[in-house]
């Protein structure tokens, strides 16, 4: 205990000394997000600099051993420095699918030698990565996936088309899943792969949004050549591995949108009472509006303590296990009641595209709505979380 209010006391005053104060209090809807990578343009020039110092104290990934970049903290130490960050306003100085789950995988799965390519440049954010798992005829089923890896001596042959790829116009390498043996069980011809998005015969096409943004893209592969000593675990043994992934992505986008993580600094009632107004005693007017923000923040309180229970056993070595469906299903469908209790507040506010007449706080509130909807969508359907809950949490019968 007391080494750890040492440890507190020590973090707070650097981050206090190190965080660029033009970045203090930034939400993480008010910054597109420092994802790094060599396409990287920050918001703010600052961002660079905090970046690269808490690289060097090992701060990207806390948790991670230190021989690969990382912070070398245990599950306590953690706990303290992300209240401290909190505590301080400090933005984090890295996001990313490298952290939150190549990197993961590969320290789980990863030879030496790639775990010594790979995981310092995710830490230092010189590399951004994307996901290479849908196809336009897999998706929940992911498994018939088709995109085809000839054996050529020392390397693949890879050709085929993988859609939904976000920020695959922005990536430097992408994690992928294709097809090594045509003739196995489906699930078992599989191979989970890493691919240069420099390599001859990768290209990107993005697809527009209704959101008005796209951060989507459909990845063409055309005869591209990629080493074999770029395969994680076996050949045809990608399924585990893939697996194994979507864990810590079910996890991560629940911990994301769930939680009301990236919510702007001021609460929802103190927005809700500009909208509707106050009564004589200050609370919010409408008492209707009133108990569902109270039930919106009970279960985003409780969601919340439940969610960071299960990343403290997974910063303590626990890999998450099927309960990241749960997770994954709740907190993505409690971000949609989040988005759409918003919308009722602010009524016809909410409703702008671009133009005068709205402010900007309120065309966000247009355009996460909007991006809520694929919430439930993304890292696997509600409904394939419900299947997965049932069969491998509650032990049901096919
Ligand atoms: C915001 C966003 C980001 C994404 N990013 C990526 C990415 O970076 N990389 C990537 O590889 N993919 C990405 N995806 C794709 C995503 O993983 C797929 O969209 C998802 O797995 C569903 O597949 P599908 O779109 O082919 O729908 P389908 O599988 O065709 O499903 C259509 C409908 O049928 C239902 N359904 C299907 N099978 C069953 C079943 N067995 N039981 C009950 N219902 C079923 C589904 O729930 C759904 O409602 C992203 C998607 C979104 C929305």
Not at 256 to 272: E, I, K
Not at 379 to 396: M, P
Request: with cysteine.
């Amino acid at each position: 205990m007391a080494d750890l209010s040492k440890y507190r006391s020590e973090i707070g005053s650097w981050l206090e000394a190190n965080c660029p104060s033009d970045l203090l209090g930034l939400s993480m809807t008010a910054i597109e997000g420092p994802w790094g990578g060599k396409k990287w343009v920050p918001d703010y020039d600052s961002q660079r600099a905090w970046l690269e110092r808490c690289a060097d104290k090992g701060l990207t990934a806390p948790t991670w051993p230190t021989e690969y970049g990382g912070g070398g903290l245990d599950k306590a130490e953690a706990k303290v420095l992300s209240q401290e960050m909190r505590r301080l306003r400090v933005p984090p100085p890295l996001i990313g699918f490298g952290l939150t789950m190549i990197g993961p995988t590969l320290l789980q799965f990863g030879t030496e030698e790639q775990k010594r390519e790979h995981l310092p440049r995710i830490t230092r954010g010189e590399i951004r990565w994307c996901q290479g798992y849908s196809e336009p005829g897999a998706g929940s089923d992911l498994a018939a996936l088709q995109t085809r890896a000839v054996d050529d001596g020392d390397a693949f042959v890879i050709s085929g088309t993988k859609v939904w790829t976000s920020y695959a116009d922005k990536a430097d390498w992408i994690f992928a899943l294709v097809r090594t043996d045509p003739d196995a069980k489906k699930q078992e011809g599989i191979t989970f792969i890493l691919i240069d998005m420099d390599d001859p015969g990768v290209s990107v096409s993005p697809i527009l949004l209704i959101s008005g943004s796209s951060p989507f893209c459909e990845t063409h592969f055309e005869d591209v050549r990629v080493p074999k000593s770029n395969v994680i675990a076996q050949i045809n043994g990608g399924w585990t591995v893939a697996k194994a992934l979507l864990g810590h992505e079910r996890s991560m986008i629940a911990e994301t949108f769930g939680t009301g993580a990236g919510q702007r600094r001021q609460t929802m009632a103190d927005r809700a009472k500009g909208y509707v107004g106050a009564d004589a005693e200050g609370r919010l007017a409408d008492p209707a509006l009133r108990e569902r923000l109270a039930q919106l923040e009970l279960d985003t309180r409780a969601f919340s303590l439940t969610v960071q229970r299960s990343t403290d056993a997974a910063k303590a070595g626990h890999n998450p296990g099927p309960e990241s469906s749960i997770f994954k299903m709740y907190g993505t469908e409690l971000n949609q009641r989040r988005q759409e209790l918003l919308v009722s507040m602010l009524g016809p506010n909410a409703l702008g595209w671009e133009g005068p007449g709205f402010e900007e706080a309120e065309l966000s509130v247009t355009r996460d709505w909007l991006r809520s909807r694929g919430n439930t969508i993304e890292g696997g359907t509600s409904e394939v979380q419900r299947n997965i809950v049932a069969k491998r949490v509650l032990g049901l019968p096919d």
